[in-house]
T-cell receptor, first 114, second 115 residues
């Protein structure tokens, strides 16, 4: 069975600083996607960044970047220059080509302080 | 483009009542799915559909029914509500199953309280 683990239930960071959220996953598949979703207090699920497993280059989206370590099955999210608007729950998610189902971790609550 | 819409936003039910959560998308997406979100458990897949007329079970399907008569709509039915079904429900859609069609778009959620 495929699983996604987020071992940090809560994290905090000061505005303008950098924070890294951890995510590990377990799969025997070789072809899959990984995602980070943000859920602010509005509850809307917002895609932050995605990574295809066949790509060695780490994905980046403005202040958001990932450290994808396929052999270690690790997919961490780095937020640079943190902003107050980054305060939210962050979910790591996995989807393999074969099962085609999105599997979520339990989330990390990030608080950005002024 | 309204994206993925869900109604109602909030609903209170009594144990044993039935109701339908509505979900619609106007992006011509083939793939639609329902999740529930509970504290400390992330989002779990209830049912999904890869196209009109086709549905399948996800991780936690018991107590829920779905149908997909059109591409646009994917309603979720609670047959006999139980307090364990108190949750926030999200509908999501994506273009298809092919490569580069994998990004899911989520609706705003329906908060359900079963007394």
């Amino acid at each position: 069975a495929q699983t996604v683990t987020q071992s940090q239930p809560e994290m905090s960071v000061q505005e303008a600083e950098t924070v890294t959220l951890s995510c590990t996953y377990d799969t025997s598949e070789n072809n899959y996607y990984l995602f980070w979703y943000k859920q602010p207090p509005s509850r809307q699920m917002i895609l932050v960044i995605r990574q295809e497993a066949y790509k060695q280059q780490n994905a980046t989206e403005n202040r958001f970047s990932v450290n994808f370590q396929k052999a270690a099955k690790s997919f961490s999210l780095k937020i640079s220059d943190s902003q107050l608007g980054d305060t939210a729950m962050y979910f790591c998610a996995f989807m393999s080509y074969s099962t085609d189902k999105l599997i979520f971790g339990t989330g990390t609550r990030l608080q950005v302080f002024p | 483009n309204a994206g993925v819409t869900q109604t109602p936003k909030f609903q209170v039910l009594k144990t044993g009542q039935s109701m339908t959560l509505q979900c619609a998308q106007d992006m011509n997406h083939e793939y639609m799915s329902w999740y529930r979100q509970d504290p400390g458990m992330g989002l779990r897949l209830i049912h999904y559909s890869v196209g009109a007329g086709i549905t399948d079970q996800g991780e936690v399907p018991n107590g829920y029914n779905v149908s997909r008569s059109t591409t646009e709509d994917f309603p979720l039915r609670l047959l006999s509500a139980a307090p364990s079904q108190t949750s926030v429900y999200f509908c999501a859609s994506r273009l298809g199953q092919a490569l580069a069609q994998e990004t899911q778009y989520f609706g705003p959620g329906t908060r359900l309280l079963v007394l």
